[in-house]
């Protein structure tokens, strides 16, 4: 099983990626499964612990990390306003894990280009 958070290449400039695991309960996972959507997610450092804040989850779930991995993703974050965004939710055998990177949220006026260059290319396909 895959989920993946389309949005997030379109409103944010990716950069680093890392995988972490998630702390989630049976009716969690079968939320997961039905809803199938990560869009307006992003992650937290909250004393000490990152958290996974969704729409579609009532409470935070915990990520896990090393506690250097947390320290490294804290000290980026604020020395470069960056935000913890959630690109994937995926299975390696039975162990769920989250696929994140730092993003940088674009502007309007940069998603508008995206969108012409992403119609261009198209065009040019098609001829």
Same mark, same amino acid.
Request: charged share 35%.
């Given at each position: 099983?895959? +989920? +993946?958070?389309?949005k997030?290449?379109?409103?944010?400039?990716?950069?680093?990626?890392?995988?972490?695991?998630?702390?989630?309960?049976?009716?969690?996972? #079968?939320?997961?499964?039905?809803?199938r959507? /990560?869009?307006?997610?992003?992650?937290?450092?909250? =004393?000490?612990?990152?958290?996974?804040?969704?729409?579609?989850?009532?409470?935070?779930?915990? %990520? %896990? /990390?090393? *506690?250097?991995?947390? $320290? =490294? $993703?804290? &000290?980026?974050? *604020?020395?470069?306003? /960056?935000? %913890? $965004?959630? /690109? =994937? $939710?995926? &299975?390696?055998?039975? +162990?769920?894990?989250?696929?994140?990177?730092?993003?940088?949220? #674009?502007?309007?006026?940069? *998603?508008?280009?995206?969108?012409?260059?992403?119609?261009?290319?198209?065009? &040019?396909?098609?001829?």
């Amino acid at each position: 099983m895959r +989920i +993946i958070n389309k949005k997030a290449r379109f409103d944010y400039k990716l950069f680093d990626r890392f995988e972490a695991g998630i702390v989630l309960v049976g009716e969690d996972v #079968k939320v997961l499964k039905a809803l199938r959507n /990560l869009s307006g997610s992003h992650a937290k450092i909250l =004393s000490g612990e990152v958290f996974l804040i969704s729409p579609m989850f009532t409470k935070a779930k915990k %990520l %896990l /990390l090393h *506690k250097s991995e947390i $320290v =490294s $993703v804290a &000290t980026k974050m *604020k020395q470069k306003g /960056l935000t %913890l $965004v959630p /690109l =994937s $939710v995926y &299975t390696k055998g039975r +162990i769920f894990k989250v696929g994140l990177a730092f993003g940088k949220a #674009k502007r309007k006026f940069e *998603k508008r280009e995206a969108i012409k260059k992403r119609d261009l290319e198209k065009e &040019t396909r098609l001829r």
